[in-house]
């Protein structure tokens, strides 16, 4: 569909990383050299910028998808999952390397352990990213599952573009500072900031006060990253926007809380749902909030992508919260 010069632009485009997700089920998580039982297996879509398109598309996102597949049953159970959601997988690749896979722990309380293999991710390179794809893009959307050189690439060609780029670090690498340049908002769990920062950086524990995280905040901004999304797990999230005034620099976002039987693929949820309201205009703040929602909702069902809900389910939820 041919869209006017003068339209705002409003796409989001995903680049990264496809997997099967081989999941098992277990009453707990076993210790180094343990074997336990499992009480069930599940062979699903993944892979986190899968997971990210689907989620911001099913939440009403104009989302494409770059990435690369094998020539494999996995391959195409990931290109039908991922297009069967609304998401253009025109410019995802297959390889002649497997698809990837990650192998999944889920224990009785919802927790997990992940181990990926990128396999077909791996070949991902920047001459896939062509700057054609982000002619109408108002976000883009980058985690380090596929090469840092091709994510590089994907965040100049976005930055070229006009879009506000996300990049969601994790798994969790030492990044160059082209890349810290290049990116608008930073979305990292506790853990990852820690790292980024330096473990001296010292990260406020869920329940501290605004002032607790001023040093924080000031620390990415002496870094570059003057837009940071904090996340933490059933504690909620923190909003540091250093381009904010006073109060707003720091936004405490609270948990949704709810019964989690599966936290697989709930960080990708909030990333995507992060992408679409950003993409759709609204603040960050205002974005993290919602996002906190969709992936709370995220986390109430088994797997990753078909547990992801609608925009009606996260207003529905929004609203029994009293959060409308």
Request: net charge negative; aromatic share 4%.
């Amino acid at each position: 569909m041919s869209t006017s010069a003068n339209a705002p632009k409003a796409g989001i485009v995903v680049v990264g990383s496809l997997n099967a997700d081989l999941t098992i089920y277990t009453d707990r998580l076993p210790n180094p050299g343990e074997t336990v039982h499992g009480n069930g297996f599940a062979v699903n879509p993944g892979g986190k910028s899968a997971n990210q398109a689907v989620a911001a598309s099913k939440l009403g996102g104009d989302v494409s998808l770059i990435g690369a597949v094998g020539e494999d049953s996995n391959g195409t159970m990931l290109l039908d999952s991922t297009a069967s959601a609304g998401v253009d997988v025109s410019r995802v690749r297959r390889s002649g390397t497997a698809t990837g896979v990650a192998v999944i722990s889920v224990d009785s309380s919802g927790e997990n352990s992940i181990i990926i293999s990128a396999g077909a991710n791996g070949t991902l390179a920047p001459a896939d990213v062509e700057p054609a794809a982000f002619s109408n893009a108002a976000v883009v959307c980058l985690c380090l599952e596929v090469g840092t050189d091709t994510v590089v690439a994907a965040a100049q060609a976005g930055h070229d573009a006009g879009a506000t780029v996300l990049l969601n670090l994790s798994p969790y690498a030492e990044v160059p500072e082209e890349l810290v340049r290049l990116s608008d908002v930073l979305l990292v769990n506790a853990h990852e900031a820690a790292l980024f920062l330096g473990n001296e950086a010292g990260i406020p524990s869920a329940n501290a006060d605004a002032g607790a995280w001023e040093p924080v905040r000031t620390r990415f901004a002496d870094r570059g990253m003057q837009r940071v999304l904090v996340t933490l797990g059933a504690q909620g999230s923190v909003v540091l926007d250093s381009l904010a005034r006073g109060e707003d620099r720091i936004t405490r976002v609270e948990p949704t809380r709810v019964t989690a039987v599966d936290t697989t693929g709930a960080g990708d949820a909030f990333t995507g749902a992060v992408a679409a309201r950003l993409a759709a205009g609204d603040s960050l703040a205002h974005a993290a909030a919602f996002a906190s929602v969709a992936a709370a909702l995220a986390a109430t069902k088994k797997g990753t992508q078909a547990a992801y809900p609608s925009a009606a389910e996260v207003e529905e939820l929004r609203q029994q919260a009293g959060l409308g």
